[in-house]
């Protein structure tokens, strides 16, 4: 049996009953673009340590297709755990002779800096928000003052909101899956909360409420926005002004730092 093969009913069968969609999702993204291509044709047995090792290699140098760049060591790492899980499974099943997935030379991931908006960077995208005809990027503010995850603020109904008691719940989280935009329940217990709502992003909310044509808060023409085009939406926003390019998780970062 090649890996490739063994990848499938390994998704299909060990994976696919017990985790949750996202998850399900995620793996087999990686296993179709970044596993298969690379490992997917050698037969069980052949997998050896060296090949493997090879192939993490490969993708720290040059795993990013897109950029040509190599993955981040995040990355490299979760796919590592996949490719271990499957031979695991294969090994338990007797389909390999011996579980090479423990020989796997992990990268260690190096310590990098916390980015974050200055007060004048937050200042100019507050500015430039408010003053903007799409009212999509209002959740941008609300992210600032709340510590809202991209996913989480694109999950969220008005259900969610209780403007009387002045707070928002959590439950939800939304991302791109294998058919498009895909809302789940929150990837852990612990990402389940209450946030307090402060008076500006209360005003906001009863602002967006008034014209909203949808049952998300975060909305585009009345229909819900993925998170990668509203990922996209963020970063021309700061091209535009001219503040240099970081991930929308610079907002929760900013958040944690006021």
Excluded at 68 to 76: A, E, I
Excluded at 177 to 199: C, F, M, Q, Y
Aim: glycine share 6%; with cysteine.
């Amino acid at each position: 049996m090649r890996y490739r093969e063994w990848l499938n009913i390994w998704l299909e069968n060990y994976v696919k009953p017990t985790h949750k969609i996202r998850t399900f999702d995620l793996y087999k993204q990686t296993i179709e673009k970044k596993i298969a291509p690379y490992l997917g044709d050698y037969a069980m047995d052949e997998l050896s340590p060296i090949a493997i090792q090879r192939y993490v290699t490969e993708m720290l140098e040059n795993g990013n297709t897109r950029t040509g760049k190599g993955l981040s060591y995040n990355s490299v790492n979760g796919i590592i755990s996949i490719i271990q899980s499957s031979l695991q499974t294969a090994y338990r099943l007797g389909l390999t002779q011996a579980y090479v997935g423990d020989k796997i030379q992990r990268p260690k991931a190096r310590e990098k800096s916390i980015e974050c908006f200055n007060s004048a960077e937050q200042k100019r995208l507050e500015e430039a928000v408010m003053t903007s005809k799409k009212q999509k990027l209002l959740g941008i503010i609300i992210c600032l003052y709340t510590g809202l995850r991209i996913g989480e603020l694109l999950a969220l109904t008005w259900n969610d909101v209780d403007f009387e008691k002045s707070e928002i719940n959590v439950s939800k989280s939304c991302y791109c899956g294998e058919h498009g935009r895909v809302v789940d329940s929150a990837k852990t217990e612990h990402s389940k909360r209450v946030i307090p709502l402060s008076k500006q992003v209360l005003k906001i909310l009863r602002m967006m409420k008034k014209t909203s044509g949808s049952e998300y808060i975060v909305s585009s023409k009345g229909k819900p926005v993925t998170t990668r085009s509203y990922q996209r939406t963020f970063e021309l926003l700061l091209k535009n002004l001219h503040i240099p390019h970081r991930g929308f998780h610079a907002l929760r970062h900013t958040f944690a730092t006021r």
